[in-house]
């Protein structure tokens, strides 16, 4: 992707990477997740500095660090990477930044690739951190500016809440002239601000709430929030991209198209709402902003109940506007994805259904073990639950039925959050001990093949340190390690496992067959360059 000022026909997710670029940020880390990935990604590879963390708490106190420094830093994610990073997102807000923090919350209405559909909106309240929403690729080049130069002057967070559509859609992007940081790095000491201990932060929670009053009175006359004047008949309030299925659903409406959605300007929407005989709130997830308005005394309507699941498009908005709530007309049934032919998770999967486990899962390419053919995942709740959910069903069923129990982990998701439920086995062991496997192929597939810090390889897939996963397994205190890579190995080994009453950690190392080409030239070239 050109570096250059001329325009570009860019996804929303390739034009952040590009303002990064442009605004000179210093560094961008996150963890990947359909639909953020892409960002950190083109980054990259536009010669910013950019790296994957081990999870998505971990990417947002570096990033603290950054802006702590003095410095910019972007943090990716999606939306429900947002709930591993909560802990210092909160206190963050807190402490404030010297330099700025933009933290990337990717949503995914309608499940496209992900466990739930929640609206992230509901953390900037919780946390009290301002939010932009882009509602397209140009806005999303456009409030990147924004929110580091509304990071910098008030030395808070601020989160740039995008979703699939606008991650994933293409339009045509005009650069801005580049505005790098004025100011070098440089940390001030300053442990009233940084320091939480409560002394500190009732200070500091107050510092923040007066800085939001005066953030939102700023916002209440913001160029972000944009009044699009039409028929007085019918005024529609949205934000991101249900402004773009809303405007040609009713073109000839008055819209108030939000840009930043808290500390949300409710005199501003008020004044508009006087403007317009009938008043309408367009938008995805939850009610968000009709909650809000009407807890102000703004009267307006909302969706029914049946469109707040799933994205919105032209025909649902129309039926929202028609106040349609008959049943939508059912979508053509695509093909259920299934694991790749020659897939090694196959194999793993073919023997855990021999010996009929209660398979205690996790996310990853594995978790469409569920599907037929093989039908075999029994619980999938978030990443690295697998473990700790595992040892709970040990804990309380018969023995019998305990010792079916088995943990699935992938290598990605183990470092991630799989490392704290191995100390809990090891510290709380089941009296039948239990028996957790790790699925390596060497790299993160669900989300398009990135690296980890279990494959010894950077971003750019270049050599750096190596977590081996026996050795830390070993270091902890699990009583059997066992490192595999053939079916009639995996298949004497689980037996055995299974039916002992001692903690063990399979480790089935078997490459990803799509990524095996790519890493396998990965390996040849970081090895040629330490010969």
Known sequence: MSTTLEPRLLSGNQAVAWAALHLGVSLGTGYPGTPSTEILENFSLLGGRAQWAPNE???????????????????????????????????VAYTGVEGSLVLVSADDPGLSSSQNEQDNRRYAVAASVMMLEPGDAQEAYDFLFDAFTLSETWKLPVMFRMTTRVCHSRGIVTPREPAPQAKPPHFVRNRAAYV??????????????AKMAQILEWNEN???????????????????????????AAPDASFLKLGMTYPLPLERIRQFRNTVDRCIVIEEGDPYLVDAMRAAGIECEGKAEMY????????????????????????????????????????????????????????????????????????????????GVGLGLRHALPEDEARRIVS??????????GITGLAEMVYNPPKTG??????????TAMTGMQEHPGTGRTMEHKKTGRIVFEDV???????????IENTAEFDRALSDSLARDELTLIILRK?????????????????????
């Open 57 to 91: 708490k971990v990417a947002l106190e570096v990033g603290i660090g950054v802006a702590y420094g003095g410095a910019r830093a972007l943090v990716t994610m999606k939306h429900v990477g947002v709930n591993v990073a909560a802990d210092p997102l909160f206190t």
């Open 196 to 209: 939480m201990i409560p002394g500190y932060a009732g200070p500091a929670h107050r510092r923040m709430r």
């Open 222 to 248: 913001s160029a972000l929030n944009k009044v699009y004047e039409g028929d007085t008949f019918l005024g529609i309030v949205t934000a991101s991209v249900a402004f773009q299925h809303a405007r040609e």
């Open 308 to 387: 707040r699941f799933g994205e919105l498009n032209i025909t649902r908005v129309r039926r929202i506007l028609a106040n349609d709530t008959s049943p939508e007309p059912a979508l053509p049934k695509g093909k259920p994805p299934e694991l790749c032919k020659g897939c090694p998770h196959r194999m793993a999967f073919s023997v855990l259904k021999k010996y009929d486990c209660v398979i205690s899962g996790d996310i990853g390419c594995y978790t469409l073990s569920v599907l037929p053919p093989f039908e075999t995942h029994d619980s999938c709740v978030c990443m690295g639950a697998s473990i």
């Open 408 to 417: 699935v982990i992938g290598d990605s998701t183990f470092v991630h959050s």
């Open 434 to 443: 239990h028996v957790v496997i790790i699925l390596d192929n060497g790299t």
């Open 473 to 483: 397994a070993r270091a902890m205190g699990v009583t059997n390690v066992l490192v």
């Open 511 to 531: 490459m990803c067959r799509l990524a095996e080409p790519k890493l396998k030239q990965y390996q040849a070239e970081t090895e040629s360059c330490h010969e």
